[in-house]
């Protein structure tokens, strides 16, 4: 994290954008398994008008990372020339315009999200009681092709080290769906992941 030499009138106007912020809507599909998401557009759309109306700006940039991964600089910015800085590393799932593509937007949207603190919300404004969420059915079905694909894509994450990928894969599963794949992995990865965070 980096920041300018003061951040006090930064820190007093995003208290009040933070006072203003909503959660940002689980409106799109979880391309593996049909759960839903807060995608980049529903995260700006929660946070967009409290920030400007407050004098904070988002600049978001790329840079090359080593070993082919791509890093997003993400910068909160306010109109006292204040600012603070974070930058977030994924490695593409493949080395083409579309991998590298999808780790932007991956890096856009949690960068994003943490630096002015957006959190998720359903969008069935949280209907479902606390007593149907408190035991997930484990009979829930998930593709053969999507799982091996998905624990094939924690592994890699795994054995690159790539923390924030491993994150955000886990992020946007259902807890039935962690719950299953979670079986998939052996002791040695559940140990690795749940120092990751990233766990059922």
Known sequence: ???SEQIGELAKALSVAQGQIKGAMKDS???FFKSKY???????EACRGPLSANGLSVIQTTCDAPNGGVTVVTT??????????GSLTLMPKDQSPQGYGSAITYSRR???AAIVGVAPEDDDGNAASKDTAAKPSTTVKID???KKE???RVRDGLASGDEDMVRSLWA???QEEKIVLWAEFNSQERSAMKKMNASA
């Not at 807060?38 to 700006?44: G, I, K, N, T």
């Not at 909160?76 to 800085?85: E, I």
């Open 150 to 152: 998905f624990v094939e």
């Open 29 to 31: 599909s979880n391309p």
């Open 1 to 3: 994290m980096e920041m």
């Open 110 to 112: 949690y960068a994003l």
């Open 144 to 146: 053969p092709k999507a």
């Open 38 to 44: 807060a995608d980049l557009s529903s995260v700006w």
């Open 76 to 85: 909160l910015a306010h109109l006292s020339g204040q600012w603070v800085r």
């Open 172 to 174: 946007e599963l259902g």
